[in-house]
C-alpha cells in the first residue's frame, strides 16, 4: 500500500489572509455547493485540502455538514439509507477566497441495491478515499446507537495507511441517554484503540447532534486546527 507522504497545504491559497481575530475561528457560514462527481477521475482538480465525511448509510454525514454549515438543504439528506450517491464537494470560502472544500461522501454499508450498484459505489468510495491527493483529513462518522460494525473498522483500517488525520463524531446523540451513550462510546474508544494504537494518545472524538444542533463548536474548531496549524 503506497504511502502519501505529500501532504496538501493552503499556506499559498491563504497568504492574502491575515490570521486576524476575524478569521482567528474557522467560519463555516460562507459554504457553498461546488459539484458532485461519481468517481475520482471526475472530480476537480485542485490543490485545496478537503475534509471528507465518511460513514455507513444513514448515520447522517449530510445533515452534519447542513448543520455545521448553518443551511438546510445544503446537502441532501433523508430518512432512506442511500440517499447521497455521488461524491459531492462544497466550497469553504474565507473573504470570497476558497480556501478548503467539504466532501459529502455517499454512505457504505447499503443492502438494498444490487451487487453491481454497490461494488461501483465501493469502488469509487475507496478510489477516492485511497487516492485523492488533496485529502487532508476525514470525519468518521458513526450512528452513537449502534457499534462500529465490520466496514467501519475495514474503512479505518485502510485509512490509517494514509496517516491523515481523523476525527470519530458520534452523531445522534440526542437518541440516546446519558448512560446508554457512555456505555456505547466506551465500547467504539475500545475498539479505536484496539485499530489505532495511536487512538489512546491522539484520538480525537466528539459528540454530535444533527438534530438538535449539539456539537457544532467543537467540530469546527478541529477543521480550524487542521487547515490552520
Ligand atoms: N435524531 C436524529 N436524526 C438524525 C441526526 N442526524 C441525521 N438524522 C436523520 O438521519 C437520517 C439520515 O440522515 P442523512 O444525513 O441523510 O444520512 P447520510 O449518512 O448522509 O445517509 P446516506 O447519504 O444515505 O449515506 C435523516 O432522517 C436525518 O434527519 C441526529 O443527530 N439526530
Ligand atoms: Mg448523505
Known amino acids: ?112 441495491v444490487n451487487k453491481s450498484t454497490k461494488t461501483l459505489w465501493n469502488n469509487n468510495l475507496s478510489e477516492y478515499l485511497l487516492k485523492r491527493r488533496n485529502l487532508l483529513g476525514f470525519v468518521l462518522i458513526l450512528d452513537c446507537r449502534h457499534p462500529l460494525n465490520k466496514l467501519d473498522k475495514q474503512l479505518l483500517q485502510i485509512m490509517l495507511e494514509r496517516n491523515l488525520k481523523y476525527h470519530v463524531l458520534f452523531n445522534k446523540v440526542d437518541k440516546l441517554k446519558k448512560n446508554r451513550l457512555l456505555t456505547n462510546q466506551v465500547t467504539a474508544i475500545k475498539e479505536l484503540e484496539w485499530l489505532d494504537s495511536d487512538f489512546c494518545k491522539n484520538g480525537s472524538f466528539s459528540n454530535f447532534s444533527a438534530q438538535k444542533k449539539l456539537g457544532m463548536s467543537t467540530l469546527i474548531q478541529v477543521f480550524d486546527t487542521w487547515l490552520f496549524s
Not at 39 to 59: H, K, T, Y
Not at 79 to 96: A, E
Open 1 to 112: 500500500m503506497p504511502k502519501y507522504k505529500q501532504k496538501p497545504t493552503i499556506k499559498s491559497s491563504i497568504t492574502m489572509i491575515t490570521r486576524d481575530s476575524q478569521v482567528e475561528r474557522l467560519k463555516l457560514s460562507n459554504v457553498t455547493y461546488l459539484v458532485s462527481s461519481a468517481n475520482l477521475a471526475n472530480s476537480p482538480i485542485n490543490q485545496l485540502p478537503e475534509i471528507a465525511l465518511v460513514g455507513r448509510s444513514n448515520v447522517g454525514k449530510s445533515s452534519v455538514l447542513n448543520t455545521i454549515c448553518n443551511k438546510k438543504k445544503l446537502a441532501f439528506t433523508s430518512k432512506t439509507p442511500g440517499k447521497t450517491r455521488l461524491i459531492n464537494f462544497f466550497s469553504v470560502n474565507i473573504q470570497n477566497m476558497e480556501i478548503a472544500r467539504l466532501v459529502d461522501l455517499p454512505g457504505y454499508g447499503y443492502a438494498r
